[in-house]
């Protein structure tokens, strides 16, 4: 039997941030596979599954604080746009995946993290056109995620490279087909960046490689690309958006250019996996003066609230283990 003393802490505290440490390190990653539960490592599907051998498929990444889910209706909105864009037919139904989602989540015992949803044509012959009769294949995965992690950053900055947008004509549709975004990822980290920051040939900003991408301006007005087949349309950047209309903040979704951006006192971006960060650097220049700018961290504080509200999360209550 384990005696412990009737305090607040049970253990020194350096010895608690240890034992969550270590606790959050066993805590399983589980994956839900056409029908099975089990541990990631266990998961499998086929060789001839289309979404290896052709990217035919698409995937969805949804956050979970205190075990609740982040904007699901819009990850599932989204989804059914990615299914339908590839004609993907025969797919459970949203009561169906939002089932199967909060019993993977129950599973992971993680109460921060991140749910993947990949759904592929399903298990064929190779051959390009579509098979005559295949289900799809139906992959998700849950594992934990220090969103803490994102508040450090938040107050530091991060540090963005500039690449040409060497992707395809539908980037709207979210694809599993990432090779460009993954070479570009790569080159970032070399650069010891975050991320990539596309623009086209005529200087547009499109996106970032798996991020939306935003410009304030002198008079704080917040600019992004618009909604077209060009970009993502990034669950975080809906949200943010309508937070920062709500609370009287100037947007306009109206593209902005790499010498715009080289010029601006404010750049930042989002995403599911990094609600808000702010670009303290972009190639080898401090962006404005190098540190978080004014309009970054208002609308961060917004979002965190947002956050909040939706599944109770709180910033400064964070687990430990959470770093
Ligand atoms: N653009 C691209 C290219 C992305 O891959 C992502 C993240 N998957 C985003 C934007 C951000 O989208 P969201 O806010 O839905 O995570």
């Known amino acids: 039997m384990i005696c412990v003393p009737a305090t607040s802490h049970r253990y020194p505290l350096h010895c608690e941030a240890q034992l969550r440490r270590v606790f959050a390190q066993t805590m399983p990653a589980v994956a839900y596979t056409n029908g099975r ?24 990444v949804a956050a979970f604080l205190n075990g609740r889910f982040l904007d699901w209706g819009k990850h599932l909105w989204r989804l059914r746009r990615s299914l ?23 599973r992971s015992r993680a109460h921060d993290g991140l749910l993947y949803i990949q759904i592929s044509r399903g298990v064929a012959r190779r051959d390009h056109p579509f098979p005559a009769a295949s289900r799809p294949t139906l992959v998700m995965t849950a594992r934990r995620f220090g969103f803490a992690q994102r508040i450090i950053q938040q107050r530091t900055g991060i540090a963005v490279i500039t690449l040409p947008d060497q992707r395809w004509a539908r980037c709207d549709i979210k694809s599993t087909g990432l090779l460009p975004a993954v070479l570009a990822k790569q080159e970032a980290a070399q650069a010891h960046a975050f991320e990539a920051m596309f623009h086209l040939p005529d200087g547009t900003v499109t996106e970032g490689g798996s991020t939306n991408m935003y410009m304030v301006d002198k008079a704080g007005t917040i600019f992004t690309h618009p909604i077209s087949a060009q970009i993502l349309p990034g669950i975080a950047r809906d949200t943010l958006l309508a937070i920062a209309r709500t609370n009287q903040l100037r947007v306009e979704e109206r593209a902005f250019t790499i010498d715009e951006a080289r010029a601006a006192p404010e750049l930042f971006l989002t995403s599911t ?23 970054t961290a208002r609308l961060a504080a917004l979002l965190w609230d947002e956050v909040e509200q939706q599944t109770g999360w709180r910033a400064d209550a964070a687990p430990f283990s959470a770093f």
């Open 37 to 60: 539960y089990g541990p990631i490592a266990e998961a499998a599907i086929s060789i001839d599954d289309r979404g290896f051998q052709f990217a035919d498929s698409i995937y969805e």
């Open 273 to 295: 996996t990094a609600p808000i960060l702010p670009i303290t650097r972009l190639d080898d220049a401090a962006v404005g003066t190098g540190k978080p700018g004014p309009v």
């Open 84 to 106: 339908a864009a590839l004609h993907i037919k025969g797919v459970p139904s949203d009561a169906a995946l939002s089932a199967i989602a909060h019993r993977l989540i129950a």
